[in-house]
């Protein structure tokens, strides 16, 4: 049981944490409020450090049982309602420390990017990630840019438009990521 006075650094260094479960306990004894969202991620397209990369593309959806992958990813792509979700990823270590391995070890399928990209390759796969409301203080948090693009995602060789910005400080911050079966 961790201690409530506990700050969380404190948490994270504790040898006594032992899995995500005793994370999300120490979250609803400190009165934070933490929620996951299942979708596709894109990753592999820039920076790596020790096998995990720094940042990486989430669009939210559920995939339907029983729905092949490839169906999945061209109907969330061609949905013109969606936005991919630009977003840190790096910093999700510290909550998992098998995270490489949970990078490397996932079922994926490859996508490339845009001529503005140079047709930059990268992974798409599923996942879910878990944010974190109540974060301590969010009011000096960085306020991501608001502005919305365009991103050209190649898939199957077929081209998809799609809105990408930066994800939205109401997400909360994302503190745990899974791979999830396709």
Request: aromatic share 16%; proline share 5%.
């Amino acid at each position: 049981m961790v201690n409530k006075a506990q700050t969380f650094t404190e948490f994270l260094n504790d040898p006594e944490r032992s899995d995500f479960n005793s994370y999300l306990e120490h979250c609803k004894e400190m009165g934070y409020k933490v929620y996951q969202v299942e979708g596709i991620v894109i990753y592999g397209f820039g920076h790596m450090d020790e096998g995990i990369p720094a940042d990486i593309y989430f669009l939210p959806g559920k995939l339907k049982e029983g729905q092949p992958f490839e169906a999945f990813v061209k109907e969330s792509l061609l949905d013109k309602q969606n936005t991919i979700y630009d977003m840190v990823f790096g910093h999700l270590r510290m909550r998992n420390r098998k995270l490489a391995s949970v990078i490397e070890s996932m079922k994926h399928d490859t996508v490339s990017f845009s001529p503005l990209f140079k047709y930059q390759s990268a992974k798409i796969s599923y996942c879910k990630i878990t944010f974190n409301l109540f974060y301590g203080d969010t009011s000096s948090r960085f306020q991501p840019d608001p502005k919305v693009s365009d991103l050209i995602i190649n898939f199957k060789d077929q081209p998809f438009t799609i809105r990408c910005k930066y994800l939205p400080s109401e997400y909360g911050l994302p503190v745990y990521f899974e791979s999830l079966e396709f």
